[in-house]
Every structure is written in C-alpha cells, then in structure tokens.
C-alpha cells in the first residue's frame, strides 16, 4: 500500500523532532522493503513469516521505547508511536506493539534475572511474546478468569485455556494471567512469565478464522498440567508477587490503549489521502468523482475529524511523554479515535463504490481491519466506564 500523507502544511506534531524524524525515514524504509512486498503470504499464512521478528530486531524497530541497557532502541513513547504509525500507513500487521507491551510489564516488575533473560531477546527478535489474559468465558470481565496457577513446591501447575492471543502461534515468551488463589477474584490474579519452548502440557489452537487483520496470528492457547519454576511468576518467586498481577494490568493497559489510538489516527488519514488520490482519478458521468460536492464534502469532514483526532492523540501522547496522561483520557482517546477511524474507513470506502468491497484494495482490508479496535485492549463499552469513573 502507498503511504500517503494528508497535507497540513501548518501541522506538525510537536512530539516529533528531528531525531524521531530520521527514525521515522529508517522505519518507514525498512517496512516499505522488507513487510511490504510479503503481505500476500503473511494473509495467507495467517501470520508474520518468523524471518521477519529477526529483520524487525536488526532494524532497530522492536522495543523501540525501552532502555537500551535492556537492548531496547533508548527511545520515547514518540519512537514506539513512529512504529506503529508507519505500520498502520503500510497496511502491516506485526504484533511489534505486543511484544513492547510485554517488555513493559517486565521492565515495571520483573526481578533482574527476567529482565536479563526475555529483554535482550525479545528487542533483537529472537524471541516472540504474547501477552494472554482473555478467555472463553471472560474477556471484559478478567476477575472472572479460571486459568489456574496452583503452587506446587518450587513450580507452579498451570491448567485452563486463553483465547483471541494475538502473536500466540510463535510465542515462545506467554505473559499470562492466572489465578493462583481461586477463591479470590482480583487479588487472586498473577502473572507469569510462561517459557513455551518445549514445554509439556502447552498446546497453541488452530489460527482463529477473523474477518480482517489475517496478517498476523491469533490463536487459542491450552494448559494442561503444564509445571513451570515457581521464578515464573512476575517479579520472581514470593509471595509478595502473586495476587499483584490485576493491578498490574490495570497500570498497564494505558500504554496499550494508546498504541490502539495511535494507530487509529494513522489508519484514518491514511484512508482519506488514498481516498482523495482515488476519486481525483475514477470518473463518473464524464468527470472525476471528485467533481461531485458529495465526494468533496465527505472528504473534507473524514478530513476534519481525522485532523481533531491527530490533535487530541498528540495530546496524549505529549501528556504520557511527560508522565501526565490520566487513565480517563487514554480510555477517551482509545474510545473517540477508534469510532473516528472506523467511521471515516467507512465512508472513504463508500467513495470507492463497488472497488471498495473488493479485498484486493487496501480500503477494503482497512474496513475489515479496522472494527476489531472498537473490541480489543478493553471494548469502548468498558472505556466508556472508566471515563464515567471520572465525572
Ligand atoms: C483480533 C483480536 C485480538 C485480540 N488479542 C488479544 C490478546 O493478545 N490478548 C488477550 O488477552 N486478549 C486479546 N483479545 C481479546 C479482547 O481483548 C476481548 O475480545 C475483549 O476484551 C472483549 O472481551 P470478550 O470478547 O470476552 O467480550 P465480552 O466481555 O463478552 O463483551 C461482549 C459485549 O458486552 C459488552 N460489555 C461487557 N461488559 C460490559 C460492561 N460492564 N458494560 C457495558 N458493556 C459491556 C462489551 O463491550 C461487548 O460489546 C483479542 C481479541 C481480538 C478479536
């Protein structure tokens, strides 16, 4: 897919300096020629070719925000948002944000020996995580999780199942939610850090048949009976480390959030600059689409709302970037920004006719791409919740 730009001459995300600008050139590079052409067969497959966490690592484009003593690029939340950005204008798929989601989560509580093991790793690619706390009978609802965690003497005995896991085909790293007291609802969930190479009892599902985003693996993951070191557990072995793993989530599900809507806002202006190029060029009753007001009109405010929604994301991220983003905000901006997206998706693809329904152009797969972000990382339903929380 082109990456287009909408002009704004007199706009500029304050967020990005000349230093994000240069790795912004070197992201947007390494996609255009390395994810890029292989987009067919990662739709076929269901998934990333495994080459491609590997050339993401040499390219400097994983763990783009965590400290370099980690292996991480040493940047901000404006290198990871460069990332993503420059992926969702590529129209690729690659679970790049899970994997800094993950390393997040360890970087906050892991003990120095999992930082030391998973962090190096996972910011050259060798490694690929996932990050599990949805199941089939609890996603909005994660007190409600039944994965168990029972301590065994120096292991913990893992039994349940996790669905809709994103990047769980080849994770060998599982961040997984589980209750290691099942009387108790949120204070009896943990995380752990799950090793999944080789490892008895763990089975990864069939690749789950989704609408839209078929680049990228999401599977069913399955615990039976499966022994892992008790040094599993988030922040190491102890018993001031279990019961922590809901809060944790909630201190982390922010950053995720943001990444939703940073890719939201990139998505939408991508639709309108693809979609002014296309009805400049397709003609109807002897003219360019563009002719007709209707076009004009719907572009403008795909255009305008896209625009308020690029303000409203560098405020964001300018208040993360500084420590300052409240909890109210990113679920109004996770919320706001994917409505936003999948309304003007909607009606760019509109302005395509007939051509808009067909998967071969990228309009089409945005459509089907795009509705998920109204769903995961917490549905707007649950954002709308905890925006209430603050009135
Ligand atoms: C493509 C894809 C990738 C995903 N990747 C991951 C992943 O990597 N890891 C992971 O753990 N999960 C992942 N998920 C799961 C995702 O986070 C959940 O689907 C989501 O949290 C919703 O949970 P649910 O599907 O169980 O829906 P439910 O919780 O059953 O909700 C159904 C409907 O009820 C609404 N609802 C629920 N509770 C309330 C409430 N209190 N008030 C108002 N409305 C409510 C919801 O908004 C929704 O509209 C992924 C999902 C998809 C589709």
Not at 62 to 68: C, F, G, K, N, R
Not at 184 to 192: A, D, E, N, P
Not at 229 to 245: H, I, M, Q, Y
């Amino acid at each position: 897919m082109d990456r287009l730009q909408i002009p704004l001459p007199a706009y500029t995300s304050a967020w990005e300096n000349d230093e994000v600008r240069m790795f912004r050139k070197t992201v947007a590079q390494f996609i255009e020629k390395e994810f890029v052409p292989h987009q067919a067969r990662w739709r076929e497959n269901r998934g990333p070719d495994p080459e491609a966490w590997l050339g993401a690592g040499r390219a400097g484009i994983l763990l783009a925000d965590l400290p370099e003593e980690y292996g991480g690029g040493g940047g901000t939340f404006a290198h990871e948002a460069v990332v993503l950005e420059e992926l969702a204008r590529a129209g690729v798929h690659f679970g790049s944000a899970i994997q800094s989601t993950v390393a997040h989560y360890i970087v906050g509580y892991g003990s120095d020996e999992q930082k030391r093991t998973w962090l190096p790793r996972l910011a050259r690619g060798e490694s690929v995580a996932a990050i599990a706390m949805s199941e089939p009978g609890a996603g909005s609802d994660l007190q409600a999780i039944r994965t168990g965690a029972r301590r065994d003497g120096e292991h913990y005995v893992i039994d349940g199942s996790k669905t809709f896991i994103t990047n769980g085909a080849r994770a060998d790293l599982v961040c997984l939610a589980a209750k290691t007291d099942p009387k108790i609802g949120m204070r009896g969930i943990s995380l752990l850090l799950v090793d999944t190479r080789e490892l008895a009892g763990y089975r990864v599902g069939r690749a789950l048949e989704k609408i839209g985003m078929h680049g990228q693996d999401t599977v069913e993951l399955f615990f039976d009976d499966v022994r892992v070191p008790a040094s599993s557990l988030l922040g190491g072995d102890g018993v001031k480390n279990e019961g922590r793993g809901f809060a944790q989530m909630m201190e982390q599900l922010p950053y995720e959030r943001l990444q939703i809507a940073v890719g939201a806002v990139a998505m939408a202006e991508q639709a309108v600059a693809l979609t002014t190029r296309y009805v400049k060029e397709r003609k109807a009753f002897g003219k360019p689409l563009f002719d007709l007001q209707n076009t004009r009109f719907k572009l403008a405010e795909c255009k305008a709302n896209a625009h308020v929604g690029r303000v409203f994301l560098d405020s964001c991220i300018e208040r993360f970037l500084a420590g300052r983003l409240d909890d109210a905000s990113t679920a109004m901006a996770k919320y706001w920004l994917t409505e936003s997206q999948c309304r003007i998706v909607d009606e760019c693809l509109q302005l395509h006719g007939g051509y808009g329904y067909m998967t071969e152009y990228p309009i089409a797969r945005m459509w089907a791409d795009s509705r998920v972000q109204r769903i995961y990382a917490g549905s707007n339903e649950i954002m709308k919740e905890l925006i209430a929380w603050s009135l």
